[in-house]
């Protein structure tokens, strides 16, 4: 049910690191391990010092009570308790800090004004979560931190402080004056302990949280079976694939040896052709030279061939008409006259 909680706290560095994490402008500057702080809502926060003051108002109230005779100073001493109190539920935000106001008169009035060292009212960490005990989706309300030095008769009685009746008291002050005052009730009758740290209730909704979440991460981690299965399977077609393509490779990278190899040998044939190419074309060059040459004294000789043969006929054509002009004459000579 909606109730102060007691939180006790012992030394002076668990005191100072509450009041740290309360404050508003460390808040602002630093992150903190509650994931549920909403930086962006933390200047609507109020609070009734800053961290230093407080941290200088926990050590002066520690030392005056130090100071008295028959003080508490045991090492394992309960020096402060850290008071959080749910705004109840239904309440106007703009009832919030009015609110605030009056519950913290009640906690001056019943524990002393001089003991309180720090109050943070709270509106940036609402946010929506699962109940652990009904499952169902819940938001969470803002609240107020009060740190209190638990000082009775004098002196530092975290015991006395915390007893049923002091806190069935405060809660009761606090319920009275909501229901006075706002028409809305503090304490709403549930069978749920007072004393249960807040901290157990957040751990209890991130358990539930995290069992929701491990469903569907194994919902997820057989999908992810069966993706991965299919995925096996063409893993193997395609190394099977790969493996052919391989043998495609080698088999041409064994033709384009072998063209090179061809090239190769083409080159050099071709080299010896033109090698010998050049050669005959050389001895037709000089082939042609001499053909030339022998051209022009066959020329030459042909026309003196030609003059001679000439000259032989003409030669053989006066023999020939001398032999018959003396034929001729020797029949003459002996032929009667008039045959």
């Not at 906690?107 to 652990?132: M, R, S, T």
């Amino acid at each position: 049910m909606a109730s102060v909680n007691f939180e006790k706290l012992k030394s002076a560095g668990e005191v100072k690191a509450m009041l740290r994490h309360c404050d508003m402008d460390e808040r602002k500057q630093h992150n903190h391990s509650n994931q549920d702080i909403d930086k962006n809502l933390t200047g609507k926060n109020a609070q009734v010092c800053d961290y230093d003051t407080a941290c200088e108002l926990y050590d002066t109230r520690i030392a005056e009570l130090d100071a008295k005779p028959g003080a508490n100073v045991r090492k394992d001493r309960v020096t402060c308790f850290g008071l959080c109190i749910p705004v109840p539920e239904d309440m106007d935000e703009t009832d919030y800090r009015e609110w605030t106001v009056d519950t913290l008169k009640l906690i001056n009035a019943q524990y002393g004004a001089e003991n309180l060292i720090g109050a943070y009212l709270h509106l940036d960490e609402i946010h929506d979560y699962k109940d652990a005990e009904t499952g169902k989706d819940r938001t969470s309300r803002a609240h107020i931190h009060a740190y209190v030095v638990p000082e009775v008769n004098g002196k530092l009685n975290g015991k006395a402080f915390s007893s049923k009746k002091n806190m069935l008291k405060l809660n009761q002050a606090i319920h009275e004056m909501t229901q006075t005052k706002y028409g809305l009730d503090f304490m709403d009758g549930s069978k749920k302990k007072s004393t249960e740290e807040i901290v157990t209730l957040k751990h209890k909704s991130k358990l539930q949280k995290i069992t929701e979440k491990e469903k569907i991460a194994d919902k997820l981690i057989e999908k992810n079976q069966s993706d991965n299965a299919v995925l096996s399977m063409q893993f193997d077609l395609l190394r099977q694939k790969q493996t052919e393509i391989d043998k495609e490779r080698e088999d041409l990278e064994e033709e384009k040896q072998q063209f090179r190899e061809d090239r190769k040998k083409f080159d050099r044939e071709k080299a010896e052709f033109q090698r010998r190419k050049n050669a005959l074309n050389a001895q037709k060059s000089i082939l042609d030279d001499k053909l030339e040459e022998c051209m022009g004294i066959y020329s030459k000789l042909s026309e003196k061939a030609k003059c001679d043969v000439k000259g032989a006929y003409e030669r053989m054509l006066d023999m020939k008409n001398k032999e018959s002009r003396e034929e001729t004459a020797s029949w003459e000579d002996i032929m009667p006259p008039g045959i």
